[in-house]
């Protein structure tokens, strides 16, 4: 009896209208936590004494790209392709026509979004020199370096879960 109710806690959870409500509800906000926990470093401290000024400048450029990228794409995620999922979802059960064409074109939309934002992510860590950290360094920029190593993990994991569990799931339909 118990398998059973996991199980079926376990397809809601996996199904197409539970990995976005999973994905608005643990990655987004994960992902802007550590996106402004690093804004804020960049911005308080524009000219740290550990890189160059040119370098420090490129940071903050490759940077605030990357999250004005991430939190357009988690409006849009919101507001648009997560609630679209979900209404084809249920027009799916309801044996209605047509969600296929949308689902191809969010798909598109969706991977050359995310394929910015890989760009992005690569650019921070060549930058960053594989986010290695130097022990001369102060404490502060040592942090922010890992947070956003820990940005990038988190990203990855979101884009992993798309990518493989949710998307997958809307083409095979």
């Known amino acids: 009896m118990l398998l059973d109710t996991t199980d079926t806690v376990s397809n809601e959870l996996l199904s197409p209208e ?11 906000p994960s992902i802007n936590i550590s996106l402004r926990k690093v804004e804020d470093y960049l911005i308080s401290n524009a000219y740290g004494k550990e890189l160059s000024i040119p370098m ?8 605030m790209k990357l999250s004005d990228e ?13 609630p679209a999922i979900c209404k084809n979802e249920k027009a799916k059960k309801g044996k209605e026509l ?3 064409q949308i689902q191809n074109s969010l798909l598109e939309t969706v991977q050359q979004r995310q394929q910015v934002i ?3 992510l690569q650019k921070m ?19 922010c370096v890992n947070e956003m190593f820990l940005l990038e993990t988190k990203t990855y994991q979101w884009i992993h879960i798309e990518g493989s569990l949710l998307y997958p799931k809307l083409i095979k339909k």
Not at 18 to 28: K, R
Not at 56 to 63: A, G, N, Q
Not at 71 to 76: E, S
Request: aromatic content about 14%.
């Open 18 to 28: 539970g990995l976005c409500s999973l994905i608005e509800l643990e990655y987004h």
């Open 56 to 63: 420090s400048e490129l940071i903050h450029l490759v940077f």
């Open 70 to 82: 991430l939190q357009h794409f988690f409006l849009k995620e919101s507001g648009i392709i997560f």
């Open 98 to 100: 047509g969600h296929h």
């Open 118 to 120: 890989v760009n992005l």
């Open 125 to 143: 860590r060549q930058l960053l020199h594989d986010y290695s950290i130097r022990s001369e360094w102060s404490k502060e920029w040592q942090e």
